[in-house]
Every structure is written in C-alpha cells, then in structure tokens.
Nanobody, 128 residues
Framework: QVQLVESGGGLVQAGGSLRLSCAAS????????MGWFRQPPGKEREFVAA????????YYADSVKGRFTLSRDNAKNTVYLQMNSLKPEDQAVYYC?????????????????????WGQGTQVTVSS
C-alpha cells in the first residue's frame, strides 16, 4: 500500500502561481512513477502531468505545457507540481497518483488506469 497526501491547493488570481505537493508513505517511493490528474467542476478527470521514477523523464498535457512543472524528491518521498500563469480553466480538484514501475525505468504514464494509488485531492480555485 502507498498512501498519498496532497497539499498546497487554494485560491489564486488568474496569472498567479501555486505549488502542489504530494507526500507518499508506505512503500519504496522510487518504485513508483507519479502523476497528477485533475477534475474540473462538472467534468471528468483529466491527465495533467507524469514523471518517471528517477524524475529524469516527464510528460505534460498540452493544456499545461510550458506553465506547469512536475518534479520529485525521492529522498523526501514527495512530488511537486509547480503551476504558473494559472488560468480560470485550471480550476479543479487535483489528484496525485502512483503507478508501480520497474526500478530505473524511464516510463511515465498519462493514463489513469495505470495508477494503483490515489490521493484524496486538493482544490485549486482560480479567480478571473
């Protein structure tokens, strides 16, 4: 089992920034590729960003590319999603997720079905 706890959400004006954190516990963190997804109000959950076990490879949804940066600190068992130039359409509940991955793999996963563990989510509200 892996427990994931997101933090860092809140209210921000359009154009502003937030940094989300996801702290993991329970299993060896470096054995999991990590991802962030979001669910806007009234919509389905969608992919945001994913990162490999080492952090050397990452992948972003087109809607956030160039504005969001995903990183991880394996020593702290934490992934970070730096969100800049936020737009009202970024408003959503943001979830981090963990996907079991072979050691030293450069894989990352944009599909939610690849993830076994999910956090409870953190709300991001962007005012226009």
């Amino acid at each position: 089992q892996v427990q994931l706890v997101e933090s860092g959400g809140g209210l921000v004006q359009a154009g502003g920034s937030l940094r989300l954190s996801c702290a993991a516990s329970g299993r060896t963190f470096r054995n999991y590729a990590m991802g962030w997804f979001r669910q806007p109000p009234g919509k389905e959950r969608e992919f945001v960003a994913a990162i490999s076990v080492s952090g050397g490879s990452s992948y972003y949804a087109d809607s956030v590319k160039g504005r969001f940066t995903l990183s991880r600190d394996n020593a702290k068992n934490t992934v970070y999603l730096q969100m800049n130039s936020l737009k009202p359409e970024d408003q959503a509940v943001y979830y981090c997720a963990a996907a079991p991955t072979p050691p030293f793999s450069s894989s990352y996963y944009p599909r939610s079905k690849d993830y076994d563990y999910w956090g409870q989510g953190t709300q991001v509200t962007v005012s226009s």
